[in-house]
């Protein structure tokens, strides 16, 4: 959680001004977890709060890759899912390798 915790407040820092804010949508397969450690904040969202599909299986994988392609920037952690999530939108990704 500190790592996604850091990153959001790097975008913060680098990408909110006063006639623009950063908004974050949180994809996951675990979305208790990112809710209880990622859900204190008005500017996150959750996918699974305002996305109509179901919550396991190819659909809601789909969806939650279209929207992260979406994006303007990605935070991604590790995995093929959120490295096509990076790829797909473009724009800066921290990631636990560094910041591209």
Same mark, same amino acid.
């Given at each position: 959680?500190?790592?996604?915790?850091?990153?959001?407040?790097?975008?913060?820092?680098?990408?909110?001004?006063?006639?623009?804010? !950063?908004?974050?949508? !949180?994809?996951?397969?675990?979305?208790?977890?990112?809710?209880?450690?990622? &859900?204190?904040?008005?500017?996150?969202?959750?996918?699974?709060?305002? !996305?109509?599909?179901?919550?396991? &299986?190819?659909?809601?994988? &789909? !969806?939650?890759?279209?929207?992260?392609?979406?994006?303007?920037?990605?935070?991604?952690?590790? &995995?093929?899912?959120?490295?096509?999530?990076?790829?797909?939108?473009?724009?800066?990704?921290?990631?636990?390798?560094?910041?591209?």
């Amino acid at each position: 959680a500190n790592f996604f915790r850091y990153s959001m407040e790097l975008m913060r820092k680098r990408y909110n001004s006063a006639t623009q804010k !950063v908004a974050f949508i !949180v994809t996951s397969d675990n979305y208790g977890w990112t809710k209880n450690k990622l &859900g204190n904040r008005t500017d996150t969202y959750f996918s699974g709060d305002f !996305v109509h599909a179901p919550v396991k &299986g190819p659909t809601s994988l &789909g !969806v939650d890759l279209a929207v992260l392609s979406m994006a303007n920037h990605t935070i991604m952690d590790y &995995g093929t899912f959120g490295l096509w999530a990076g790829l797909l939108a473009g724009g800066t990704y921290p990631s636990t390798y560094g910041i591209h």
